[in-house]
Nanobody
C-alpha cells in the first residue's frame, strides 16, 4: 500500500528557511514520480516541483524556480523539500504526492497524497 507522511512544517519568519520531509512506503523512489504541492487558504492546490520517474528529471512550476529544491534519499525512502527565503505568501499546507504513471506530467497532478504539513511564514 502506498503511504506518504509529510513532516517538518511550522512557523518561520520571512526570509528564513525550512526543510520538509516526506517518508514514503509501499513503493521505491525510482519507480514513482514524486513531487511537492501546496494549498493556501481559499486557493487551489498548486505544484511546486516534481521528480519524473520517466526521465529522472526534476520539473519546476514556473513561479517556483529559485527558492525551492528537492532531494531524494533512496536508502531511507525519504523525499525532501528545501525552501529558502520564505515569504508570507508561502503560507500553505504542503503536500507530498506520488504516482507510478503521471500521464499528464507530474506537475499536473499525482494519484497518491500525504496528509500535508502546515507552513506559516510571518512577517
Amino acid at each position: 500500500e502506498v503511504h506518504l507522511v509529510e513532516s517538518g512544517g511550522g512557523l518561520v519568519q520571512a526570509g528564513g528557511f525550512l526543510r520538509l520531509s516526506c517518508a514514503v512506503s509501499g513503493f521505491t523512489l525510482d519507480d514513482y514520480a514524486i513531487g511537492w504541492f501546496r494549498q493556501a487558504p481559499g486557493k487551489e492546490r498548486e505544484a511546486i516541483l516534481c521528480f519524473n520517474n520517466g526521465d529522472f528529471r526534476t520539473y519546476y512550476a514556473d513561479s517556483m524556480k529559485g527558492r525551492f529544491s528537492a532531494s531524494r534519499d533512496k536508502a531511507k525512502n525519504m523525499y525532501y523539500l528545501q525552501m529558502n527565503s520564505l515569504k508570507p505568501e508561502d503560507t500553505a499546507v504542503y503536500y507530498c504526492g506520488a504516482d507510478p504513471y503521471p500521464i499528464y506530467g507530474c506537475l499536473r497532478g499525482l494519484n497518491y497524497w500525504g496528509q500535508g504539513t502546515q507552513v506559516t511564514v510571518f512577517p
